[in-house]
């Protein structure tokens, strides 16, 4: 959901910052086919670790980038969810490889869908008083669903289009038909009304999706 309606770029709150971070974290997704599967699951665990390490009040620098709410509780949730979608993501490789279905593609573009399309979609989106609201929920914005669907578009092309190690791409028109079906997926996911974190969502579910929709192409 929105951080924190209330406050939303007040308080010391860097939020624009922080979806800046959001974004630029899922360019080291691009680098999952040419990294051995075991020290990529090594960096992520150490990853998640190191994100609960970190405090509110440990870094001033962090200090900026947490919710008001988590300052409250001096934790920094949005980088632990982040970093064990992740790792949940490089975990599933195996399993998705056993039954057929190329784990490192989907892995990667679950990463990046969750850190372009959700990344851009706080970048782009003004607070919901500012800009007009998606029906369904008032804490998002039509803009940052514009926001996600572009990210998540780009995320698509990433994956499927573009000759990685051990990648073979898709054909250009399955590419890009695979990849605007995902895109409007996304922008669904990142604005449904949930209780459960948005990275969860757009992380897994994207995934998911991806991979039942590529094998009806």
Known sequence: MWDNPPVANGGGYDRRTRKVLHLL??????????????IALAVAISGVLFTFWLRADRFSFINRLAKPSDRQTNTVTGF??????????????????????EGQRFAMYGWLA??????????????PRVARTVPWNPDKTWLGSLGALLGSFAAGLSCFAVPLSGLV??????????????????????????????????GIGSVLTAILISGKL
Request: aromatic share 10%; glycine share 8%; no cysteine.
């Open 25 to 38: 974290l899922g360019f080291p997704a691009l680098l999952i086919p040419f990294i051995p599967h075991n």
């Open 80 to 101: 632990q969810v982040y970093a064990i979608v992740i790792l949940i993501l490089l975990a599933m490789i195996p399993l998705f490889d056993t039954y057929g279905i």
């Open 114 to 127: 969750m850190a372009w399309g959700d990344g851009l979609s706080g970048l782009l989106g003004p607070g």
């Open 169 to 202: 791409p898709y054909a250009m028109s399955d590419a890009l038909l695979l990849s605007t079906i995902l895109a409007f997926v996304v922008a669904a996911l990142e604005s449904l009304r949930s209780s459960i974190d948005d990275n969860f969502i757009v």
